[in-house]
Nanobody, 121 residues
């Protein structure tokens, strides 16, 4: 069982940066691929970034060049650095975990509770 707790969301203006963090429970964090999803009102939840260990990464086209995912296995934490934020990035952002990166981008086994990111124009 893996428990995920996100933090770092908030209200920012367009062009600003935010860093989301996701702390995971358990002693086998490095065994899991980690992902970040987002869901805007009226839209489906989508995977924006994912990372496994030792470091294969995936980015959705909509965030390539602006967002960066990273992980610190010693701290059981995955991060999402979000730069050049746009109003269309407004959504609830969820952390997710699964044993394989293909799984974590589609049907993760574990989810966090989500953190709101709001970007004003």
């Amino acid at each position: 069982q893996v428990q995920l707790v996100e933090s770092g969301g908030g209200l920012v203006q367009a062009g600003a940066s935010l860093r989301l963090s996701c702390a995971a429970s358990g002693r086998t964090f490095s065994s899991y691929a980690m992902g970040w999803f987002r869901q805007a009102p009226g839209k489906e939840r989508e995977c924006v970034a994912a990372i496994n260990w030792p470091g294969t990464v995936y980015y959705a086209d909509s965030v390539k060049g602006r967002f960066a995912i990273s992980r610190d296995n010693a701290k059981n934490t995955v991060y999402l650095q979000m730069n050049s934020l746009k109003p269309e990035d407004t959504a609830v952002y969820y952390c997710a975990a699964s044993l394989r990166i293909v799984e974590v981008t589609r049907t993760p086994a574990y989810w966090g509770q989500g953190t709101q990111v709001t970007v004003s124009s």
